[in-house]
């Protein structure tokens, strides 16, 4: 094969590095739903991940826009991680992973694609979901679209 089409990324792609503003300050801004926040707390939200790696992926974020893990008070990291794990308990209920990744980019070089203000990815993992696909077209395959994720797990959240 040639050529795979993914025109669904162009957006992400013809975008990289020309927002001058906060994409997790901007969610908060326009309203759950259209911002994919599945889940609010005091301090922190969980959005889905627009560009994600595996159905599920999501992140917990602070709302204070802090671009360092030094600079996040004791209480919002305390709820980030409460967050992250009711999240976990729940994409566990509906997706039945075999596993899940947890981790943070700080910095460019480190991975980061927002930096500036940080966030705990949180994704569900299957034995196999890194297919010859990923490895050899560094292209990732979703079997489920966003707004299905969305409603599934704001859905469920909401009846904890």
């Known amino acids: ?11 992400y792609i013809a975008s990289a590095g020309k927002n001058d503003g906060c994409i997790f300050c901007e969610a908060q801004k326009i309203g759950d739903e259209k ?22 992926h999501v992140m917990v974020v602070p709302y204070a826009h802090v671009g360092d893990l030094s600079l996040a ?58 297919n010859f696909m990923t490895t050899v077209a560094e292209t990732r395959m979703e079997p489920e679209d966003l707004a299905t994720t969305y409603v599934k797990l704001r859905d469920a959240l909401a009846a904890k």
Not at 38 to 56: D, Q
Not at 117 to 129: K, N, Q, T
């Open 73 to 130: 008070d004791p209480a919002t990291l305390d709820e980030m991680m409460r967050m992250a794990q009711r999240v976990q308990i729940t994409l566990a209920s509906i997706y039945k992973p075999e596993g899940f990744n947890l981790g943070m980019n700080l910095g460019r070089c480190a991975g980061a694609g927002v930096t500036g203000h940080i966030h705990l990815h949180l994704l569900p993992r299957w034995i196999g979901d890194a």
């Open 35 to 56: 911002a994919q926040i599945v889940l609010r707390g005091k301090l922190n939200f969980v959005i889905l991940n627009t560009f994600p790696y595996t159905t599920g």
């Open 1 to 11: 094969m040639d050529f795979l089409w993914t025109p669904w990324r162009y957006k």
